[in-house]
């Protein structure tokens, strides 16, 4: 299976769209999309298979820290190691560029992430009880750090 990562494009946006609606009870707007699109401070990969956007991974930086804000891979694609990709590929280029640290919240209950975080070295490093609303759930709080 041929993998193209890129930068998410805003013709991407209606297939980010289906997929945030398939994966999350609180889905990311086409606004939000649109913004991760236009602003400087912003970087989202997407990974492209058979033509078409299956993955995505994105980060708003502050200060030479990223925080990682969205993560998805279409259900069909799932298990294939595509996040691992594409996240590793935005790891990357984030040091590339000066970034120093990752930041995440992840739902306590998603065992697959947190593994992916893991195996990427992300540690965890405390709880936000009750950060996830529909349903309510705490966040596991995870950090990488780049040695310079």
């Keep these: 299976m041929d993998i193209l990562i890129r930068p998410l494009e805003k013709g991407d946006i209606d297939t980010c769209l289906r997929i945030e609606n398939e994966n999350f009870s609180m889905p990311w707007s086409g606004e939000s999309f649109e913004a991760a699109c236009?602003?400087?401070?912003?970087?989202?990969?997407?990974?492209?298979?058979?033509?078409?956007?299956?993955?995505?991974?994105?980060?708003?930086?502050?200060?030479?820290?990223?925080?990682?804000?969205?993560?998805?891979?279409?259900?069909?694609?799932?298990?294939?190691g595509i996040a691992?990709?594409?996240?590793?590929?935005?790891?990357?280029?984030?040091?590339?560029?000066?970034?120093?640290?990752?930041?995440?919240?992840v739902r306590v209950s998603n065992e697959p992430a947190i593994h992916v975080y893991e195996k990427l070295g992300f540690k965890s490093v405390g709880i936000r009880p009750r950060f996830y609303e529909k349903p309510v759930e705490d966040a596991n709080i995870m950090w990488l750090y780049i040695s310079q």
């Design 84 to 105: 691992t990709r594409v996240l590793q590929k935005l790891i990357d280029e984030g040091t590339a560029t000066g970034i120093t640290a990752f930041t995440l919240e």
């Design 38 to 80: 236009d602003l400087d401070y912003c970087h989202y990969l997407v990974a492209v298979c058979d033509g078409e956007v299956v993955s995505l991974a994105g980060y708003r930086e502050s200060y030479g820290e990223a925080d990682i804000d969205n993560v998805f891979t279409d259900r069909k694609y799932q298990g294939r």
